[in-house]
């Protein structure tokens, strides 16, 4: 700082301003200890960016405020611009390389390839003088760049993520980035949702179907005790030629300090497949022309409540292991239908460790390893009580032990138009009425014993598509 501004008369404010920019990037990067907030690329990006306002003491009167000045991303771009600052000592034959080379997205995409063993980028076209100077400089910048740790792998998680998210948007590396990712089960990058979600973006965003379980695992990554997310996934209903391919992505995350939950939508498609990971949690997927992957890896672990219904299901993995959430107060279930099944990988029976049901439907489910676990769902033959079978289900095994109540939702949640739609809004509306359900602030509440004394259903038999008579005479009543 006294390098870029010697004999400043405002020197305590500058010094104050930068151990106040620290101490935030320091919360935001916690778990990349002191790698991040301490390294010195990062430190001097903030030392010019303190130099350039002129007025600290402006500077520090946004961040007391609880504005963002300096962000992750910030950080990232200066560093990025900085290393383009290189080209200044080069000389070319073509002045104007000195203007499309080694921009940051070159540079990532470089990163990209030393990162995953890629052939590097070619090129841009330029005569083979130029071509030399240029080639020889990034043999020297590529391998020293602040992102990397002078080897093969990133300085720290921060620009891991940087590099990765860039791998994921591109067209070259998607695959190894998406192996590499999903592999990392609850190990997962909690950066990585932090360069991959704009924070400008004022519409719904596209979502790969490949790069759902690798956004929802690091959300998930950056929760606090007490902190919940869940996962929806949901294919339209009767919907138009064009849209029945759509995906509607729904990421709730909850904090304990919080009344309201920060909901993150996306759109994607049924098309292509959807990639989940070695570790799943929270997770609800109604989406019919769908194909699941979970893995890979040596062994999947499924933590309730999670209900997927696909067309197929994909098994990478050798083992299979259901659990009960260390959050969870009241009965958990798993359950997977699909119209096809490939997991002939999966070596071993599954195992279910504590209070959990674990439920399979599909074709073929009777055989080893799933023998135990096999289940057939009651579908009713008049399709209007099988819809209004199916809405009253999802209303039911949308509660969660929750850290405000047990078995509680928010509002929000289950009046939203993809709750309510159809049979919906009449099947909510009967619930409250019964008292089985109860409004209260911002929160549904769930009475497990109204539920069992009027329509004879438990949360599990919800959960397993397994309603008998009184099940069905409730629904029935929407229709009189």
């Known amino acids: 700082m006294r390098a870029l501004r010697p004999g400043s008369p405002h020197a305590d404010a500058e010094r104050k301003a930068i151990a106040l920019l620290l101490g ?26 303190v130099a350039g306002v002129g007025n600290a003491a402006a500077l520090i009167a946004e961040i007391e405020k609880g504005e ?24 070319f034959d073509n002045d104007s390389l000195n203007l499309s080379l ?36 990034l043999q020297n910048w590529v391998p020293e760049h602040p992102f990397l740790d002078g080897g093969q792998n990133a300085s720290s998680a921060v620009f891991d993520a940087v590099i990765s998210t860039h791998a994921l ?13 999903l592999q990392k089960g609850i190990a997962a990058n909690p950066f990585l949702s932090e360069f991959y979600i704009p924070d400008n973006s004022s519409s719904e965003l596209f979502l790969p179907p490949a790069h ?18 869940s996962l929806s996934i949901e294919g339209p209903d009767d919907a138009e030629e064009e849209e029945a391919l759509r995906a509607e992505v729904e990421i709730t995350l909850a904090r304990r300090d919080s009344e309201r939950p920060r909901t993150l939508r996306f759109d994607s498609e049924q098309t292509g497949t959807l990639r989940l990971g070695v570790y799943l949690e929270d997770i609800e997927i109604d ?45 958990a279930a798993i359950y997977l239908e699909a119209q096809n099944y490939a997991g002939s990988q999966v070596a071993y029976v599954p ?58 939702r928010f509002r929000a949640k289950l009046e939203h138009a993809r709750m309510t739609k159809g049979s919906g809004k009449a099947i909510l509306e009967l619930l409250v009425s019964d008292k089985i359900l109860t409004l209260s602030g911002s929160m549904y509440y769930l009475d497990p014993v109204r539920l069992g004394k009027i329509t004879g259903t438990t949360y599990i038999d919800c959960m397993n598509r397994n309603f008998g008579e009184g099940a069905i005479a409730f629904v029935k009543r929407i229709f009189k």
């Open 24 to 49: 935030k990037l320091r919360e935001q990067t916690e778990s990349d200890g002191d790698r991040f907030a301490g390294y010195a690329p990062v430190l001097r990006a903030v030392a010019e960016r």
């Open 102 to 137: 080694y921009s940051p997205d070159e540079q990532l995409d470089r990163l990209v390839a030393r990162l995953y063993q890629l052939p590097p980028p070619p090129l841009p076209l330029m005569s083979a003088k130029d071509a030399q100077t240029y080639s020889t400089a």
């Open 212 to 229: 759902v379980g690798i956004l929802y695992s690091s959300l998930r990554a950056r929760l606090s005790l007490g902190d919940t997310a």
């Open 351 to 408: 195992t279910a460790r504590g209070n959990v049901s674990l439920k399979a439907s599909w074709p073929g489910a009777q055989r080893h390893p799933w023998t135990t676990y096999a289940s057939e769902p009651h579908i009713p033959d008049d399709p209007r009580i099988n819809e209004a079978l199916r809405r009253f289900r999802k209303f039911i095994i949308s509660f969660r032990s929750h850290s405000k109540g047990n078995l509680a």
């Open 169 to 181: 948007k591109t067209q070259g590396g998607v695959d190894a980035v998406v192996q590499r990712e």
């Open 68 to 91: 963002r000045p300096v962000t992750l991303q910030t950080v990232v771009t200066a560093i990025l611009e900085r290393e383009r600052s290189k080209l200044t000592g080069l000389h």
């Open 287 to 331: 989406a019919p022309l769908c194909k699941v992957e979970i893995g890979p890896g040596p062994e999947a672990v499924l933590i309730a409540p999670i209900s997927i219904q696909c067309n197929e299901l994909v098994f990478s993995t050798d083992k299979v292991i259901a659990e009960a959430s260390s959050m969870g107060k009241a009965e």
